[in-house]
């Protein structure tokens, strides 16, 4: 089957790429070959991630973070962590969206979540405002330790199982 296909308005030597979504896996492979050529992983490249203190979970299953400098959102990939400082408070989350394990994606313009999937959206704190989610985002455990931040990526707390570690699973940044 050809990836080109003859435009029916009396041009019958032009040929247009088959469909748009053709043409954009054709642009992207192109891309990746490119950054490929350089040298550089598409994968590294193209992604929004930035790296822990200590890389990869350890063998005590926590990951250490700076404190970041600023309110904002930092998303960790390979540990599967979304790190948020917001009005003197540090949070982390679960990179998942609680309804159905989608990645959340953070909207700078308006300051929360949204679920790409079904729009269900949460403020930086975690909390659900609206969607098809029916609680806040699940939070991770997180302490301070002088300027960094400890999270441990294996204990989660969602907010409609166990509300009081939910609400405890946060370090005030203003001491």
Request: with cysteine; charged share 25%; hydrophobic share 40%.
């Amino acid at each position: 089957m050809s990836v080109f296909k003859k435009v029916e308005d009396g041009c019958e030597d032009c040929s247009l790429s088959q469909s748009r979504r053709g043409f954009l896996r054709q642009s992207l492979l192109a891309a990746a070959a490119a950054l490929i050529t350089l040298g550089v992983n598409p994968a590294a490249a193209l992604a929004d991630s930035f790296e822990p203190i200590d890389g990869r979970r350890g063998h005590d299953q926590t990951v250490k973070y700076p404190i970041p400098a600023a309110d904002g959102v930092q998303i960790d990939k390979d540990n599967q962590v979304i790190l948020v400082r917001w009005q003197g408070a540090a949070y982390a989350f679960n990179l998942s969206c609680p309804h159905q394990n989608t990645a959340l994606r953070w909207d700078d313009a308006d300051h929360r979540f949204q679920c790409p999937k079904h729009h269900s959206k949460y403020r930086p704190d975690g909390v659900f405002i609206e969607g098809r989610a029916t609680r806040g985002m699940d939070r991770l455990s997180i302490q301070r330790e002088g300027n960094d931040l400890v999270v441990d990526v294996d204990k989660m707390f969602k907010q409609d199982a166990s509300a009081a570690e939910w609400g405890a699973a946060v370090v005030s940044l203003t001491n």
